[in-house]
């Protein structure tokens, strides 16, 4: 129920490529995320965590903050997912962590949530157009 499976992680260089070069984008501070729904699938999703070294200089700092990122959507994407299934539609999606500082575990979880009902929200909205 809560994994992050090697399934649903966005690895392959051509779809990431594709999200950063035609994908929407939208910013919930600390994260700027970038996505692409596809309506034509199965309901199921793809995300790739950053953490970019423009922002957190110390790998240290790097890797504590990708952990955080990676267990807040471990434990919250549930109600995106079920969105997904029942549109039929499948997402690619990449979060990236913008803030300069390291924010604390439960400050991350509730931006989380914030992006993970955005993104729900994007999907229901664009079965409506």
């Known amino acids: 129920m809560f994994s992050f499976p090697k399934k649903e992680r966005l690895c392959s260089y051509s779809r990431i ?11 919930v501070y600390p ?12 309901g199921k999703s793809t995300v790739m965590i950053v953490c970019p070294k423009r922002y957190q200089r110390l790998a240290v700092n790097r890797n ?19 969105a997904l299934r029942e549109k039929g ?4 999606f990449a979060i990236s962590y913008v803030a300069k500082n390291i924010f604390d575990y439960h400050h991350l979880e509730e931006k989380m949530k914030e992006v993970l009902a955005n993104i729900e929200a994007k999907i229901l909205e664009q079965d409506s157009k």
């Not at 490529?17 to 910013?27: I, R, Y």
């Not at 994260?31 to 199965?42: A, N």
């Open 89 to 92: 539609c499948n997402i690619d």
């Open 17 to 27: 490529q594709e999200l950063f070069a035609k994908g929407d984008a939208f910013l």
């Open 31 to 42: 994260f700027s995320i970038r996505y692409i729904i596809d309506r034509q699938g199965e």
């Open 64 to 82: 504590l903050t990708k952990r955080r990122m990676r267990e807040a959507y471990r434990l919250n994407n549930a109600g995106m997912k079920i």
